[in-house]
């Protein structure tokens, strides 16, 4: 009878419908990145076309997580600079987040303080890209908001189990619904067609060991995640930092000495994301 709950579980998360799907501009500038002689001036003015959309696209992009010296101001610079799977990307998070910048603004601050540790490792480690391990930082955990969205009563459940027995959310998931919200997440990365280098460190970010080809980037996630719950931008109840896994952390090849030089760089850019969290609140106030 469990197993059976269970298996409706994973039914019901491997068909979510509360969450958007694909937004149809995406089909549209998948096509066009296809065509040799589109222009990213093209893809711009189709991603233009919605301003809403437009907006928080160029609002992310100029955001700490990413840390350009300089202001973003056109869709086009932005997709010379990220490249076509960033902004695929951030299409999806502006349309998810929007959801959880109303009604779990603490998760949105988890996710953004994870972009911007991601942003930082990528860099010093010298990956190509460091974009793309930013971008996975920012949608890390959109399992949670698929869970909370199509299974509120287990949601629930998940909470209370948190804050009665004192163990992480991660567990509670797992007694609940006998599967986490790291899997739900590498399904719905999956189901929108993102690259493998977005997939599989969403899918790992708790057990990077099971990352097959993107290793680096998974570690850099799971260790991201670790480091900002430990500066204290954790998740409601779930005050636990999780372990860090040794096989990430001899993957990453970071010393003693080098943590002090990694929390002076992330210090300012947290700061930053501070500022855009309480932007962000203070626009829903006007709203409400």
Request: hydrophobic share 45%; proline share 4%; aromatic share 6%.
């Amino acid at each position: 009878m469990i197993d059976q709950k269970k298996a409706e579980f994973r039914k019901a998360l491997r068909e979510v419908k509360n969450l958007p799907t694909l937004p149809g501009i995406v089909a549209k500038l998948s096509r066009m990145a296809e065509d040799p002689d589109t222009t990213t001036e093209q893809m711009g003015k189709l991603i233009s076309k919605d301003h809403i959309l437009s907006a928080k696209l160029l609002k992310l992009v100029n955001s700490a997580f990413y840390g350009f010296p300089q202001k973003i101001s056109s869709l086009s610079s932005a997709i010379i600079l990220l490249g076509f799977n960033v902004i695929k990307s951030l299409i999806i998070s502006a349309s998810i987040f929007e959801l959880m910048e109303t009604s779990d603004l603490e998760l949105w601050e988890h996710s953004l303080g994870t972009a911007v540790i991601a942003n930082v490792m990528a860099k010093r480690l010298g990956i190509n890209d460091p974009e793309e391990v930013s971008t996975a930082g920012l949608i890390h955990d959109i399992g949670k908001v698929a869970i909370k969205m199509e299974l509120p009563a287990e949601y629930d459940k998940i909470c209370n189990l948190v804050e009665m027995k004192q163990i992480s959310f991660l567990e509670a998931e797992l007694l609940v619904l006998g599967i986490d919200h790291s899997e739900v997440g590498g399904w719905l990365a999956k189901s929108w067609f993102l690259p493998k280098k977005l997939v599989e460190p969403i899918a790992h970010h708790h057990h990077p060991k099971k990352a097959t080809d993107e290793t680096l980037a998974c570690a850099i996630l799971h260790f991201s995640d670790v480091l900002i719950r430990g500066l204290g931008y954790g998740h409601g109840a779930d005050i636990w930092v999780p372990p860090l896994s040794k096989k990430a952390f001899e993957e990453l090849g970071v010393g003693a000495d080098d943590f002090d030089e990694i929390l002076d760089e992330v210090d300012e850019k947290l700061w930053d994301v501070k500022g855009f969290s309480i932007e962000i609140q203070q626009e829903q106030d006007r709203e409400d």
